[in-house]
């Protein structure tokens, strides 16, 4: 196995859910480079591959695909947020989740539903027919948490998502 190859699996092996672009910058290697090693690793079966919400990302094979889409989430930085916040209160209304992060109830909606697709939470309806959420596993998605850091590249995303989501919130308010 080549140099670079071999710095690609460990990557993927230290940083389970890494998306494509973030390895590419982590690694500082040329996409094409990026693309010709991790589609040699998938291949031979070292590693695996699973899109979620438009992201590619990369796995070693330990992981089954529950686990897969929460270390993938948890490389986000608002989802990871109300993880956590789960796992202190095991459940939240929406509203509350909203107030903890200080977003829009609008972000902390598409969140919580793309969680809940995704099965890594539980949506049900408390008084006055509020959205609660908890989390379907809490033990294993602690361990998950555990395991992952967001990126910088990431973070920024995220934070860049909020401000604009934020800026439609106020705008709409004006209204």
């Known amino acids: 196995m080549s140099t670079v190859t071999e ?16 390895l590419a910058a982590d690694l500082d290697i040329a996409t094409g480079q990026a693309q010709y090693h991790l589609r040699k690793l998938r291949r031979a079966g070292d590693i695996v591959a699973e899109e979620i919400q438009g992201k590619t ?3 070693s094979r330990e992981y089954d695909p529950w686990e897969r889409r929460v270390l993938a989430f948890a490389r ?3 989802a990871r947020t109300i993880l956590l916040h789960l796992l202190e209160a095991e459940s939240l209304s929406a509203d509350e989740l909203a107030d903890r992060l200080g977003v829009a109830r609008s972000t902390v909606s598409w969140h919580v539903s793309a969680l809940a ?3 890594i939470l539980e949506k049900s309806y408390g008084e006055r027919g509020r959205v609660v959420v908890a989390l379907s596993d809490p033990d294993a998605t ?5 395991v992952v850091r967001p990126s910088l590249t990431d973070r920024l995303i995220d934070r860049f998502t909020r401000l604009v989501d934020e800026g439609l919130a106020a705008a709409s308010d004006d209204d």
């Open 7 to 22: 710095q690609v699996r460990s990557h993927v092996d230290s940083k389970p859910g890494v998306h494509f672009n973030a």
């Open 57 to 59: 990302h990369y796995y």
């Open 76 to 78: 986000r930085e608002t």
């Open 117 to 119: 697709d995704a099965a």
């Open 142 to 146: 602690q361990r998950l948490l555990a």
